[in-house]
């Protein structure tokens, strides 16, 4: 009776990585909801406070995401639309528009703008692209403080609208908190549908290499122009939910050092990157916090420094951090991680016969 080697093979299964299986993703979903449920109630107002601003720069570093990290079109103007959702945010509430017209035309009009600037930009590249949105922030300032009926000028303007109402039984920090999760969870729901679908593929072709894109029978232009308009959308979201939080604004709002203090959090937090988006909010609000703690007069040096360490450090951001540890352990355990199997040899007919004498007499 002959045995076979495959027989002798024992059956190995692979299973995926702990994180990757559904009811782990599940239950993951799940203890999140639960926290964003419960925290605002038991943080202190402060720490409230903290976390609404995470969130709201975390939807424009988002928005930003969307054009530089998934798109990889250069665009340093993205403070503007955040700006620009403020003032239509504060001009509404102080002339007592209702407040859902005043949501809608806090993202409608920044988009319009957007889709207007990008259809004369997007054809351009490189430093030119980078040009035109620089001028966004340099020229919104001014023209802020000019505005003086519509803007309030130099001094800005103030509105109360986010006050909790009496049937929730909440405090002023925790009802905008929830505002805030509410929001920003929506958001970055639907833009991850977006750079995970057709719309996100086709921005990783036009990223990639545009005349590649283009023999494909996808249209560098439009999708850079489709790109733009969303992250122009996305900023005036987190224009409003600014509103929602500080509940003033002024035309130091879309400065252009902010503009750059949010291309940085991008880079740090992680550029085309879901997670990285929050990560990057989380650097805008909290290091400019621990940076004046250390030292006020040295806030621009720190932070120059920290970008510099995680750029050496972590070239993907803080989001790529998980994968770096991954590989300082397993090649401090001296693997890859992967079960090593040891092959079966093949049996030799003519080896096995020289080596047994009964059976070469009984051939003879």
Do not use: C
Not at 49 to 68: K, P
Not at 85 to 111: E, K, M
Not at 291 to 320: C, E, K, M, R, Y
């Amino acid at each position: 009776m002959s045995v076979t080697s495959s027989s002798r093979t024992p059956s190995v299964r692979h299973k995926s990585p702990f994180f990757q299986r559904s009811w782990v993703r599940w239950a993951t979903a799940a203890l999140v909801v639960v926290i964003l449920v419960v925290a605002p109630l038991v943080m202190p107002e402060f720490a409230n406070q903290t976390v609404a601003r995470i969130g709201v720069f975390a939807v424009a570093v988002l928005g930003l995401n969307v054009v530089m990290g998934y798109t990889g079109q250069v665009s340093l103007g993205q403070i503007f639309f955040v700006g620009f959702g403020a003032y239509i945010t504060a001009y509404g509430v102080q002339h007592d528009w209702n407040l859902v017209l005043v949501f809608v035309l806090a993202f409608a009009a920044p988009a319009a703008v957007g889709l207007l600037i990008a259809l004369a930009a997007a054809r351009l590249g490189g430093l030119a692209i980078a040009m035109v949105t620089i001028a966004l922030p340099i020229v919104g300032v001014p023209l802020a403080k000019r505005l003086n009926d519509f803007t309030g000028g130099s001094q800005g303007m103030s509105a109360r609208f986010t006050d909790a109402p009496e049937w929730s039984g909440l405090y002023n920090d925790q009802w905008q908190l929830y505002l805030v999760i509410i929001i920003t969870a929506i958001v970055f729901l639907l833009t991850r549908n977006l750079v995970r679908g057709r719309y996100g593929r086709a921005f990783a072709i036009v990223k990639g290499n545009e005349a590649v894109a283009s023999s494909m029978g996808i249209s560098p232009y439009w999708y850079k122009v489709i790109a733009f308009t969303v992250a122009s959308l996305i900023g005036g979201v987190a224009g409003f939910l600014y509103m929602v939080v500080v509940q003033y604004t002024s035309p130091e709002t879309m400065s252009f050092g902010h503009s750059i203090t949010l291309l940085a959090a991008m880079v740090i937090g992680g550029a085309g990157s879901i997670i990285g988006s929050l990560l990057g909010g989380a650097y805008y609000v909290l290091v400019p916090q621990l940076t004046n703690i250390v030292d006020p007069n040295a806030t621009a040096l720190l932070q120059g420094a920290i970008l510099l360490v995680v750029l050496f450090v972590l070239p993907g951001g803080l989001v790529s951090l998980p994968r770096v540890l991954a590989r300082l352990f397993r090649r401090r355990g001296g693997g890859s991680g992967r079960p090593q199997t040891t092959p079966i040899a093949e049996p030799d007919p003519a080896a096995a016969v020289e080596g047994n004498p009964t059976e070469r007499q009984g051939h003879a």
